[in-house]
């Protein structure tokens, strides 16, 4: 039977659900994205710089609200101008008002910014990020601050277990 995590997260986003779970040298990231796709990666601790970067962005459907809001003043435009001369029927040019009012409420809905922290390697890559949202997000800070703590003793358990295998392998020279 597996241990239990030291510690648990749950972020819930526009673009999915992810639930991460702190083990003493790993962090087991799950997660369930909107369309479907699913996926469950685990990253060793002793791989992260236990320094964080803050970001904060907004949800991918911002931008899609934003062309939908543009587009739609596009497309009442060119209804109201067929209408003038007669091409159109004025029941599509009210109907055309829906698709800005559409892209305006989802602006709305998606202009705040989330805070995300991201953990990197030693050549600055990024391993993995997670957001302040979800029904966790009142605990983000504490838990940020333990995988820092979890990744400091992974990294220096990690080193204790280089040097003492390079001793064993100076040792094992010197006796042959």
């Known amino acids: 039977m597996s241990e239990p995590p030291l510690e648990k997260y749950r972020e819930h986003r526009l673009e999915g659900i992810r639930t991460f779970d702190l083990y003493p040298d790993k962090i087991v990231i799950r997660g369930l994205m909107r369309l479907?796709?699913?996926?469950?990666?685990?990253?060793?601790?002793?791989?992260?710089?236990?320094?964080?970067?803050?970001?904060w962005v907004r949800t991918q459907y911002f931008q899609l609200a934003a062309a939908v809001f543009l587009l739609g003043i596009l497309f009442v435009f060119i209804a109201t101008q067929l209408?003038?001369?007669?091409?159109?029927?004025?029941?599509?040019?009210?109907?055309?008002?829906?698709?800005?009012?559409?892209?305006?409420?989802?602006?709305?809905?998606?202009?705040?910014?989330?805070e995300f922290v991201r953990f990197a390697n030693n050549s600055s890559i990024a391993l993995f990020d997670l957001a302040r949202s979800g029904p966790d997000s009142e605990n983000f800070d504490?838990?940020?601050?333990?995988?820092?703590?979890?990744?400091?003793?992974?990294?220096?358990?990690?080193?204790?277990?280089?040097?003492?295998?390079?001793?064993?392998?100076?040792?094992?020279?010197?006796?042959?």
């Open 36 to 55: 479907g796709s699913n996926f469950e990666s685990t990253i060793s601790l002793s791989s992260a710089q236990p320094e964080i970067h803050r970001i």
């Open 83 to 114: 209408e003038k001369i007669g091409s159109v029927d004025s029941l599509l040019v009210a109907a055309s008002y829906a698709f800005p009012l559409v892209g305006l409420i989802a602006i709305f809905l998606t202009k705040r910014k989330l």
């Open 142 to 176: 504490d838990f940020v601050n333990v995988i820092v703590k979890q990744i400091a003793a992974s990294r220096q358990a990690a080193l204790l277990d280089t040097a003492k295998t390079l001793s064993e392998a100076e040792k094992a020279r010197s006796e042959s």
